[in-house]
């Protein structure tokens, strides 16, 4: 993804109105609350922060302690452009940045998708050292290899996840999975319909993988905010479903690092 400043440029003029990132904030906001009740000068990072579209709704929310980091510097300049301290830094180099600074909470949403194995357990080692004793780490990430589909060619994700994996490798580095839970359940079966039929083109050369667009776009008005109603209810009335094309947790530091 870094490099294609065009995606950059999509996501920060559209990530404020879009269903997808509208429900994911909520559900950011929502896992805050549920630790850290009605405070809101609690420090948060934004690790891989993109244009700064959390960043900016947490503001709106009354959160002062923002700050993020991203390895773009298209994403950077855009996070500038609304006011947010925002660090250039290649994740992969956490450790060199201010290694003195804990967080009560660190958010890394749709980021790990880019690490291999090799590198995403030092990135959650590095993470797992950086938050207080008591503080969270939230994370959202790509779900189920079979939605593979156009959006994956066209950002560069070089993988996908299932709760096990995390389960797995997240005890190790002083961390452990509170709660998680797969969304949207309810759009899965379409989100499923289109992929596959993106996979299907693809294979047959009807689209080719340098044509292959994000799904960083604005549907028409009553569809947009229909499916954020469609996910708004979901969340409201499951604390936890199954399936879906994004898996979203909530993993507390155990503080031992
Ligand atoms: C799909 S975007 C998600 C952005 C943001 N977290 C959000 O939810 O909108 C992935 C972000 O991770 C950043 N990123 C990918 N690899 C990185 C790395 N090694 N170091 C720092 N940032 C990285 C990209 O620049 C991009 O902004």
């Known amino acids: 993804m870094i490099g294609r400043s065009e995606e950059y440029e999509k996501m920060f003029r559209l990530e404020g109105q879009l269903w997808w990132y509208r429900s994911l904030h909520e559900r950011v906001e929502m896992a805050l609350q549920q630790r850290f009740g009605k405070r809101r000068d609690i420090t948060i990072l934004d690790a891989g922060c993109g244009t700064g579209g959390l960043l900016n709704f947490l503001r709106q929310r009354g959160y002062t302690g923002l700050r993020g980091l991203d390895g773009s510097t298209d994403a950077v300049a855009f996070c500038h452009e609304r006011g947010f301290p925002v660090t250039f830094v290649n994740l992969n180099n956490l450790a060199d940045f201010e290694p003195d600074t804990k967080y009560d909470v660190i958010v890394c949403n749709d980021v790990f998708c880019y690490f291999t194995d090799t590198d995403l357990l030092p990135l959650l080692s590095a993470l797992s050292h950086r938050l207080k004793p008591d503080g969270l780490l939230v994370s959202n990430n790509n779900a189920f290899n079979l939605f593979m589909g156009e959006h994956d060619l066209a950002v560069g994700i070089i993988r996908r996840f ?75 009335l499951l604390r936890r479903t199954p399936f879906g094309s994004s898996l979203f947790m909530v993993i507390d530091s155990q503080g031992i690092l």
Do not use: C, M
Not at 182 to 210: D, F, H
């Open 162 to 236: 299932v709760l096990a994996d995390f389960e797995q490798i997240v005890p190790g580095r002083g961390l452990h999975v509170r709660s998680a839970t797969y969304w949207s359940l309810a759009l899965s079966p379409l989100i499923l319909l289109i992929r596959q039929w993106q996979r299907l083109q693809l294979k047959l050369g009807w689209l080719k993988a340098e044509d292959a667009q994000s799904d960083v776009y604005l549907p028409p008005s009553w569809l947009n905010e229909t499916l954020y109603q469609i996910v708004r209810v979901e969340q409201k």
